[in-house]
């Protein structure tokens, strides 16, 4: 499935990111902390053409098969037994806590000796109905059961001396006497839990930093103690400055092993027809690996795709510059936009402004580069009614048709967004944390209206359920067009912070609190529209009336015009012919804005 041709203009992916576990998965027994056996599992097999064709139907052009890999579990195997409950998280484990690069999870295998066959067999099918795939890559850390048996000669740790804390050619910092926490063995903190002891055997006589650079003998509970941290042959904890790894061009005897043996990861998932990766914390690794790995896979595949999670305000980034701008540099085709997403949250819960969006529309090139999302598998439920206000699953509609609408860079859906899943209650490891589990065997009860026991039909959904579902598709269908997929941004909160219309409410003097609105145009098509967003999520915004100021009008191409003509794609049969001169005094006046309500407006030539 091509992604986009280098030779020509990049085609945004509209990502539909699923987990298998919970995605098939019809048992509704949902037992505190149950086992497989008791709660469930999805399949690979559950992703089957009908499934497909309703998320084609819908307009995804790609899947994020997140946690696919084989990762530690606390689920046995024939010839693979359970992992330690020492280093797991939850009876089913961390996905990014992956076991063995080169295989896939049993769990979602109907026959688990065939878990490979069967996931090429989803590929297969996928690349039937042209939807591509995209896998996680997590190259920051590993399981600390880590041992590949598809590979074994390219297990992790193979080879290292353990006698170093850094050598350049370990995959692994290995603790020493002098480190925190009382010297061997490693003290992992769960030595309180059921089944637990806190040791874990292979380290009894050394021990290794976890995923988040901890360098301790008694890592915390907050620590990624379940990972062990990778070494891409800098020292971390002598700063950033990562400027002696080899370059871009470097041949695999001139760089560190971890970087070969992750050249050889992504090439066997390339090899087996994976159209590209969403990188997990992409920003603890160095540039440097960046630059050389992304330009040997696209020398195997011009096609393949490239996203990262990133965070530019963690310390243990490796660059001094902005994260995002150093990793779009380093040959990624997009990256999260964790701003942004901030911002919309701290509407309903922490006093932010829609205003607060436009210094995060200055962002140079990432912005039309950022991948944006309004849930994923990290971040709480927009329905749950602990977060985003407690306001309920409307709360999705103004905020994905900004993030949507935005840019020009990826978008995103996290499966049961559509039909406003809560995250209800504690299911296992995670707790009652407003996210679905991704440590527990568990499933959604919303969501399973909608797979109806396999049917993908949506036939237990209410009525309000399926309105929102369609509202989704009817925005990704209006924001494909070249305005939205290849045209500019022009934000107008800002020409309206004066304007008494532009929604205020509740006495305040300055506009721009609950309503968002901009403009995008592309000047290759000409065409060009106007997003209106009204976040309040109890009062209807009345005689709302948006400027549009000379400096937009010439944006658009369109200031010559004496009559201007506006209709509603998204979410109503609304339209109005506006003379010019009203666009800029009086503003055009829009219909009610009911609560948490969004307008996709062309602009007619």
């Not at 042959?233 to 695999?252: I, Q, V, W, Y």
């Not at 598998?377 to 509609?397: I, N, Q, T, Y």
Request: with cysteine.
């Amino acid at each position: 499935m091509s992604v986009h041709s280098r030779a020509s203009e990049r085609v945004r992916p509209v990502i539909y990111q699923l987990l298998v576990r919970t995605f098939g998965n019809t048992n509704e027994t949902r037992k505190l902390d149950g086992t497989m056996a008791e709660n469930g599992c999805g399949k690979f097999a559950d992703i089957n053409e009908t499934a497909l064709d309703s998320l084609k139907e819908m307009g995804f052009s790609h899947l994020w098969l997140t946690g696919v890999l084989e990762q530690a579990s606390g689920t046995d195997y024939p010839g693979r037994p359970a992992d330690d409950p020492d280093i797991l998280k939850g009876k089913a484990g961390s996905p990014y806590a992956i076991k063995d690069y080169f295989d896939v999870c049993p769990d979602y295998a109907v026959v688990p000796e065939k878990r490979l066959s069967e996931f090429k067999d989803l590929l297969a099918r996928c690349r039937k109905k042209g939807v591509g795939v995209f896998i996680d890559f997590v190259p920051n850390h590993v399981a600390r059961s880590y041992e590949s048996d598809v590979k074994p000669e390219l297990s992790f740790g193979e080879g290292d001396e353990k006698g170093h804390y850094f050598n350049r050619e370990n995959h692994f910092y290995y603790l020493q006497a002098d480190h925190s926490g009382g010297g061997p063995p490693l003290k992992l903190p769960t030595a309180h839990l059921p089944g637990c002891d806190g040791l874990f055997a292979p380290e009894m006589e050394f021990g290794r930093v976890t995923g988040n650079n901890s360098v301790t003998w008694s890592p915390s509970i907050h620590d990624w103690y379940e990972t062990v941290k990778l070494n891409y042959g800098h020292e971390f904890s002598k700063g950033r400055d990562t400027s002696h790894l080899p370059g871009p061009n470097a041949s695999l005897d001139e760089v560190p092993k971890t970087w070969r043996t992750m050249d050889e990861i992504l090439a066997y998932w390339q090899e087996m027809g994976v159209d590209g990766f969403r990188v997990d914390m992409a920003h603890m690794v160095p540039m440097e690996f960046w630059h050389w790995v992304v330009k040997r896979c696209r020398a195997r595949d011009g096609e393949v795709y490239f996203f990262a999670e990133a965070y530019d305000n963690d310390p243990a980034k490796l660059t001094d510059e902005h994260v995002l701008d150093a990793l779009l540099a380093a040959g990624f085709d997009a990256v999260y936009d964790d701003p942004s997403y901030d911002v919309l949250e701290g509407i309903y819960d922490s006093g932010k402004w829609a205003n607060d969006l436009d210094p995060l529309t200055f962002t140079g090139k990432r912005f039309h580069r950022s991948l944006r999302y309004a849930e994923n598998h990290d971040e709480v439920r927009l329905a749950s009614p602990k977060e985003w206000g407690g306001v309920g699953m409307k709360v999705g509609r103004p905020v994905s048709a900004v993030l949507f609408g935005m840019g020009r860079g990826p978008v995103m859906l996290y499966h049961g967004q559509e039909v406003g899943e809560p995250a209800a209650g504690a299911s296992g490891f995670g707790g009652d944390d407003a996210r679905t589990t991704i440590f527990d065997y568990w499933s959604m009860p919303e969501f399973q209206k909608w797979v109806n026991g396999g049917k993908y039909d949506g036939g237990r959904l209410s009525d309000e359920q399926k309105a929102l579902r369609e509202w989704y598709g009817k925005l990704i269908k209006a924001t494909q067009v070249p305005a939205f997929t290849a045209g500019e941004f022009y934000g107008l909160n800002h020409a309206n912070k004066e304007n008494e219309a532009f929604g205020r409410v509740a006495g305040e003097t300055v506009s721009g609190h609950w309503l968002y609105a901009f403009l995008r145009r592309c000047s290759r098509s000409g065409d060009a529209y106007l997003v209106v967003a009204n976040f309040n999520p109890t009062e209807t915004l009345t005689g709302v009336k948006v400027r549009v100021p000379e400096d937009a009008r010439m944006f658009l191409v369109r200031s010559a015009l004496e009559q201007w003509t506006f209709t509603d794609k998204l979410a109503s049969d609304w339209s109005a012919t506006v003379d010019r001169e009203v666009l800029e005094d009086g503003g055009l006046a829009l219909p009610d804005l009911e609560p948490c309500s969004a307008m996709v407006i062309e602009i007619g030539r």
